[in-house]
C-alpha cells in the first residue's frame, strides 16, 4: 500500500516503520512537507529592517540572512519596556488556511515555525554577552526577561491551534546552543533555567496535537537529552560530523527523530562525492532505524554554505539508496 507523505512522516517521527524515509526538499522538487507561514510585523526604518520584536538586521556581503546588529534593550532590566508582538491578530493568518488547504489536497505533513524560540531571541533583544552575564549576576532580570518571551511564543502558538487546531501537525523553532567545540553555558545552568521553560512550551503543542520540532546548531551533545525530556519529538541537526555520528547514535538513537543531512560546513559545500556518500551511509547505519527516526532534510541556504545544485542532487542519490536499504523503498524520483 502506497503511503501519503503525511503518513511517512508521522511514521518516522513516532517510529512506526515509515513506507520510506521522508524527505524535505523542496529546492529539488520533493518534499512531504508544507510550511505554514503567516504574516509578520516586520517593519524598515531609516532604511534598516526591524522584525516584529523591534530587532535590527544587518546584511554583509556574505549572501546569508543577516544578523542582528541593534538590540533594543539596553540592559536586562529594560525588559519591563518591551512591547511583545501581539499574536491574535487576524490578518497575520489570514492566507493560512489556503496554503493548508493547499497541503491536505496533496496530503502533506503541516508545520508552522517560530523563529528564534527564547534563548536566540533574548540575546537578539539584550545582546549575547548581556544574557550570558545576566543568567550569573542578574538571575531576577533574565527570567523575567525569558518569561515575557515565552508568554508571547504560547500566545502565538495557541492562536495557529485556535485557528486552525490539528490540521496543523508540527511545529519547529530555532534555539542555535553551541559553537564548534561545545555549549554556550553549562548543561547544569541550561537544566536550571532553560528546561522547564522549554518543556512548558512543547506541553502546549503537544496538548493541541502538534510534533515538536527543534533546530540548534553546534556542538550540542549534552544538550539533546535535555530538549528529549522536555518533549522534543524531532531534533533538526546540520552538523552531524561536529557533533559526531557513531556517538550521537549511540546515545540518542531510538529516543527522539533526527532531522539532518550531509554536513553542511565540511562535506555538502565541497561536493566531494565520496564524502557526501559516507556521511549519508553513516547517518543511516548510526542514525536510523528500521521503525523510523530520521527525516532527510534541506539546509535551506544553500548560497550561505556554498552548496552546489550537482552536490544537492548526489546526496538526494545517496540518500534514495539508504532509504531502499534500511526501508526497502527508496525517495522518490526528482523532478
Not at 542578574?138 to 523575567?144: F, T, Y
Not at 546515545?251 to 556521511?279: M, N, W
Request: aromatic share 10%.
Amino acid at each position: 500500500m502506497v503511503s501519503s507523505s503525511r503518513e511517512i512522516v508521522y511514521a518516522a517521527v513516532h517510529f512506526q516503520r515509515p513506507a520510506r524515509l521522508p524527505v524535505r526538499m523542496a529546492s529539488l522538487g520533493v518534499d512531504d512537507t508544507a510550511w505554514i507561514w503567516r504574516k509578520t510585523a516586520d517593519r524598515v526604518e531609516n532604511g534598516a529592517r526591524l522584525d516584529e520584536w523591534g530587532c535590527r538586521w544587518e546584511h554583509t556581503d556574505v549572501p546569508n540572512m543577516g544578523q542582528v546588529k541593534g538590540h533594543p534593550l539596553s540592559c536586562l532590566a529594560a525588559h519591563e519596556s518591551l512591547r511583545v508582538p501581539d499574536y491574535s491578530q487576524d490578518w497575520m493568518y489570514e492566507e493560512c488556511d489556503a496554503v493548508l488547504r493547499a497541503a491536505e489536497e496533496h496530503e502533506k505533513y503541516t508545520q508552522a515555525g517560530i523563529f528564534m524560540v527564547l534563548f536566540e531571541r533574548m540575546h537578539a533583544l539584550a545582546g549575547f554577552e548581556t544574557v550570558l552575564t545576566g543568567l550569573l549576576d542578574d538571575r531576577d532580570n533574565a527570567a523575567a526577561l525569558a518569561d515575557k518571551i515565552l508568554g508571547a511564543q504560547i500566545n502565538l502558538v495557541r492562536n495557529f491551534q485556535e485557528r486552525f487546531g490539528r490540521r496543523l501537525h508540527s511545529f519547529s523553532m530555532s534555539d542555535d546552543w553551541g559553537s564548534q567545540r561545545a555549549t554556550f553555558i553549562s548543561p547544569a545552568l541550561w537544566y536550571e533555567f532553560f528546561f522547564p521553560r522549554y518543556k512548558r512550551l512543547f506541553e502546549v503543542m503537544h496538548a493541541g496535537g502538534q510534533d515538536v520540532w527543534v533546530h540548534s546548531c553546534g556542538r550540542i551533545n549534552e544538550l539533546i537529552q535535555g530538549f528529549i525530556d522536555a518533549g522534543a519529538d524531532v531534533i533538526n541537526l546540520q552538523q552531524p560530523r561536529a557533533l559526531g555520528i557513531a556517538a550521537i547514535g549511540e546515545r540518542y538513537r531510538g529516543k527522539v527523530a533526527f532531522e539532518s543531512l550531509a554536513d553542511i560546513q565540511v562535506t555538502l559545500p565541497t561536493g566531494d562525492v565520496d564524502k557526501i556518500r559516507a556521511d549519508a551511509e553513516e547517518l543511516g547505519l548510526h542514525w536510523m532505524l528500521p521503525e523510523g527516526g530520521f527525516i532527510f532534510s534541506d539546509y535551506g541556504d544553500d548560497r550561505a554554505i556554498g552548496a552546489p545544485e550537482a552536490a544537492k542532487r548526489c546526496m538526494y542519490a545517496a540518500f534514495s539508496r539508504v532509504s531502499e536499504r534500511v526501508y526497502g523503498a527508496p525517495l522518490p524520483e526528482l523532478p
